[in-house]
């Protein structure tokens, strides 16, 4: 399994509010509809006394394999995903996304 993990941080002049509805509402559908995405996740920070999130949300994109992943970086889906980018997110979510192979996973019980 391919992933890319997304640090994601708001623009300036937009509220957690603004941010989370755009990011639900007109971002996820562009991700869905790139090719050979095989899952989707959006992440909130956890709002709790004495605790400050390092960003506003992470998002995962699941791919098969590295093939799949290439192939939808190279779709005009992608390109319209981008470019939907600036809308909402801040200039630093620029600099915090990795593309990470799942290769192990340890189950309690």
Known sequence: MIKTVTLLTRREDLTS???HRHW???HAPLVLAMPRVRR???CRPLEAPGWEAPCDGVAEVWYDTV???LATADSPEYARLLA???NFMGVSTRGSVFVIVEEDEFVVG
């Open 24 to 26: 639900k509402d007109v």
């Open 40 to 42: 989707y996740v959006q």
């Open 84 to 86: 939907d980018e600036k």
């Open 67 to 69: 093939e799949d992943f």
């Open 17 to 19: 509010r603004q941010f």
